[in-house]
């Protein structure tokens, strides 16, 4: 019988998901059940099922990587669970350490590296989306430790927790949701870098765009859509590029003065809309 269920959603990214599996191909055994949770992608999956015979694919039709999230745990039999997103690279010992802690009873959330699928011949040439991104982006060690929760691209535990926290939900920032309701039951969530995948930066604009118009109206839902203090988030996202301003000159994750200000102005573009699209869900009172 399995020890760990490997879970992993997947939505016509077929060109990740070989990456991701590849990076698991090596680490699998008997003691590790892998399922590929599909939300009805086109083409199907089948000569990825084929290149990879260990790696289980089940349907569920229901949109959302949430939906797909409990699909996968659903298919599975394993007593560890640890989920990891199908865009993500495992690291070389990711399996043996998520298999270590999913003895433990309680949540553990790792570390999420970023690297540049689309980048230019010099750093120069990378987008400012990309260069926002490498200073901005999964900060997981802090999201546990100062916000209450790990992203669910990196993220192990055991079955009974889940039961007791019960499925993700969908509408709203689910890797939240699950890992408070999770606390809520009584279970500890932990930070552990020795678990370590690493995630692609948005590789333009429109991709940053469309993370956050997905992210936002989750944001609003999970403040029960309090008009007036989500009128005052949204002054304080407007005047966050202040105060980051600092951070993006002094960072190590930029090289030189054309990525902070390519940075910078992806920055202040960014904030400035979330404000604009936050003063309008406090205005209507719709996510």
């Known amino acids: 019988m399995p020890e760990l269920a490997v879970i992993i959603p997947h939505l016509n990214d077929h060109a990740r998901l070989r990456r991701c599996l590849q990076s698991l191909a090596g ?37 959302g990587a949430g939906a797909a999230r409990n699909a996968g745990v659903r298919a599975s039999s394993a007593p560890g ?12 010992d990711w399996v043996a350490t998520a298999l270590d802690l999913s ?35 999964f900060h997981n060690e802090a999201y546990v430790r100062a916000k209450g929760f790990g992203v669910t691209a990196n993220l192990v535990t055991r079955r009974t927790v889940f039961e007791a926290a019960g499925p993700f939900r969908t509408g709203l920032s689910e890797d939240v949701d699950w890992c408070k309701r999770a606390q809520r039951a009584g279970f500890d969530l932990h930070y552990t870098a020795a678990l370590q995948v690493r995630h692609p ?9 469309r993370k956050w118009l ?3 109206p989750e944001q609003f839902v999970e ?24 951070l993006v000159i002094r960072t190590n994750r930029l090289a030189g003065p054309v990525e902070r200000g390519k940075c910078l102005a992806t ?17 209507t009172g719709r996510a």
């Open 103 to 137: 003895r433990h009873v309680g949540v553990f959330g790792g570390k999420v590296g970023l690297f540049d699928e689309a980048a230019g011949p010099r750093p120069a040439r990378r987008s400012g989306a990309q260069l926002f991104e490498r200073v901005f982006a």
């Open 27 to 63: 680490q699998v055994s008997a003691r590790v059940e892998v399922v590929v949770a599909d939300n009805g992608s086109a083409p199907d999956l089948g000569a990825l099922a084929r290149e990879f015979p260990w790696a289980r694919v089940v349907a569920q039709p229901k949109p």
């Open 267 to 283: 920055l202040y573009r960014l904030r400035l809309m979330r404000a604009c699209w936050m003063g309008r869900q406090a205005w």
């Open 201 to 209: 930066t948005r590789s333009d604009w429109a991709a940053l765009r």
């Open 223 to 246: 403040q029960d859509r309090r008009r007036g203090r989500w009128a005052w988030r949204a002054a304080l996202t407007a005047l966050s590029p202040l105060k980051d301003t600092l």
């Open 81 to 92: 669970i640890a989920f990891l997103d199908c865009d993500c690279v495992a690291g070389p």
């Open 214 to 216: 997905r992210l936002v």
